[in-house]
């Protein structure tokens, strides 16, 4: 299984992308995340996804994402952070929340994203490499 994050945007509109992504193809719906970490201003941010099953007999499962543009405050979430959650409810599921480190901390892109993915498998939220 190959998996592969796709990145909409960092949290503004394109929150409503991925809620409509999650909505037009619940059949394939397998987790959702909420990513959480801390910036180089000392800020606590968070980052939404999905992880979608692969179509008919791909091995290519997508992880959409919206990276690291949402405050996240655990007492009072912002509102894109509810309407993620809320999308997710009309589904019946919700996302699991993990601690990472921050994109900042890593030298490209696709670092921070094979950490990720790292993460994913070890915790068993998404299928091992074939």
Not at 69 to 80: A, D, L, M
């Amino acid at each position: 299984m190959i998996q592969q994050f796709i990145e909409l945007g960092q949290g503004y509109g394109d929150v409503f992308e991925l809620c409509e992504l999650l909505q037009t193809n619940e059949g394939r719906f397998h987790k959702a995340f909420i990513f959480t970490s801390t910036n180089d201003n000392n800020q606590k941010v968070c980052s939404v996804a999905v992880a979608f099953k692969p179509v008919g007999d791909s091995k290519f499962m997508p992880i959409y994402v919206c990276r690291e543009g949402i405050p996240y405050n655990e007492e009072k979430p912002s509102k894109r952070l509810e309407l993620f959650e809320q999308a997710l409810a009309n589904i019946n599921e919700r996302p699991v929340t993990l601690e990472i480190k921050h994109s900042s901390i890593f030298s490209e892109q696709i670092q921070f994203y094979q950490y990720l993915i790292g993460i994913l498998r070890m915790t068993h939220y998404i299928p091992p490499m074939s």
